[in-house]
């Protein structure tokens, strides 16, 4: 447990590093966070072992916060299986990484004038892979956990508070999508 807080600490302290400015460099922090999950990914996930197992559905765990500039981090759980539905952050920047398991990633890119959502493209994230985004209100995307057995852990590193987003979802007669907005429940802290 030692060991994996230590690892939580230094995720929580690259993130902290690394977004500052109106447009961090992602791509840098992907790459700082990717080797910290490479190098010590088996004492996290011993370390992070109760949220892999408690079976109490998708959960969001908050790592750390800071104000100015704001940066938020989690580490979420998802049950095998388990889909998001096509969803935005809020207009924040992002970056969303597996720590556990695999997750596909599905980006979608939302029209502001007609409010049609259209597919970009998909990626499929194995331990310490990450995908990104800056800060866009017309950016979405829909996260699955591609194993069928076991619950996936990735972390998200948000430009600030993540409270409400709007979950996305296509009408009845699919001619067209309606915005639900959403309240990111949390399930509660790790320490780092
Ligand atoms: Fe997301």
């Known amino acids: ?13 690259i993130a902290f590093d690394l977004g500052v400015g109106k447009h961090p460099d992602l791509a840098a922090m992907a790459r700082e966070l990717g080797r910290v999950v490479h190098r010590d990914g088996a004492a996290l996930n011993e370390g992070l072992k109760e949220l892999r197992t408690r ?13 100015k500039p704001g940066v938020s981090i989690l580490v979420m759980a998802w049950p ?3 889909a998001t539905p096509v969803h935005d952050h809020d207009g924040l920047w992002g970056l969303e990484m597996a720590v556990h398991g695999a997750l596909e990633v599905q980006a979608w890119s ?13 990626d499929w994230l194995g331990p ?3 995908t990104w985004f800056d ?10 956990n591609l194993s069928r057995h076991d619950t996936a852990l990735t972390l998200h590193v948000y430009g600030g508070d993540l409270a ?4 996305y979802e296509r ?5 067209q999508w309606l915005a639900r907005p959403q309240r990111a429940a949390i399930t509660g802290r790790l320490s780092a």
């Open 1 to 13: 447990m030692k060991h994996s807080m230590h690892t939580l600490k230094a995720l929580r302290d």
């Open 55 to 67: 079976e109490r559905g998708f959960e969001r765990w908050l790592l750390a916060t800071r104000g």
């Open 80 to 82: 095998a299986n388990h």
């Open 110 to 122: 939302r029209d502001a004038a007609s409010g049609e959502l259209s597919l970009k493209g998909q």
């Open 128 to 130: 310490g892979d990450a």
């Open 135 to 144: 800060a866009d209100a017309g950016y979405a995307h829909r996260c699955r």
């Open 164 to 167: 409400k987003y709007l979950a």
């Open 171 to 175: 009408s009845a007669e699919g001619d």
